[in-house]
């Protein structure tokens, strides 16, 4: 099963090494906003879960997106 | 004929349309002046007569092409965002080969608005010809 890293590293191209919760879109060049929603569509699909439209658009960093995951397992 | 309409509300997990086509000599040679494809595989009856495959083979490409069709005239249709997709070649698809085009909803978004679609093209003899994934934004 794929984890949050791997999709990270595969729909947002971020190195492996370099994943971290303070990553923001200025810090990664191919996080732009299709790239973004085929993220979080990618995650929806290996997590079988849902984002809200309010979540979407309110994730700054790739740790918000990561809570959200998280707190959808529990 | 006119593209389907559907809103992203309209959409759900296991949808499906299909359509049939075929590729005639006249669209292969038409794609190949598009495309600037001229192999000899696609063009050269002599040379692909003397290949594994026996006879001209239609462009990769040009059968992919109706994946564009589907998401754009059938699923979701008019709203279509066409984002991605992925192909695999698995049998080599021969002028006059009738084709039928499966696509059925794998996965909808309704935070992204993305729609994930498995699309299968098949020879009406049975073989799978092509077998990818169309990732679509519903506008």
């Not at chain 1, 699909?45 to 700054?60: G, Q």
């Not at chain 2, 559907?6 to 038409?30: M, N, Q």
């Not at chain 2, 495309?35 to 040009?62: C, W």
Request: hydrophobic letters at 40%; glycine letters at 6%.
């Amino acid at each position: 099963m794929k984890t949050f890293e791997h999709i990270a590293e595969e729909m947002l191209h971020i190195p492996k090494e370099k994943i971290g919760d303070d990553l923001t879109p200025k810090d990664v060049p191919d996080w732009d906003s299709m790239n973004y929603l085929l993220f979080i569509a990618e995650l929806e699909r290996a997590f079988k879960m849902s984002f809200s439209m309010d979540e979407v658009m309110n994730a700054k960093s790739l740790g918000d997106v990561r809570k959200i995951v998280e707190a959808r397992k529990k | 004929m006119k593209p389907a309409d559907l809103k992203l509300e309209d959409i759900k997990v296991g949808d499906s349309a299909s359509f049939e086509r075929s590729f005639s000599e006249a669209d292969v040679v038409t794609f190949a002046t598009l495309s600037g494809d001229t192999n000899p595989l696609h063009t050269d009856e002599t040379y692909a007569q003397a290949t594994k495959f026996g006879r001209r083979i239609v462009h990769g490409m040009l059968v992919g092409s109706l994946v564009s069709r589907f998401v754009g005239m059938h699923i979701p249709g008019k709203r279509c965002l066409f984002l991605s997709e992925s192909l695999s070649f698995k049998h080599p698809v021969f002028i006059g080969d009738a084709l039928v085009v499966t696509g059925t909803v794998e996965s909808v978004s309704r935070a992204t608005r993305i729609v994930r679609i498995t699309i299968t093209i098949h020879k009406k003899t049975g073989e799978e010809a092509v077998h990818g994934i169309a990732e679509v934004q519903v506008l």
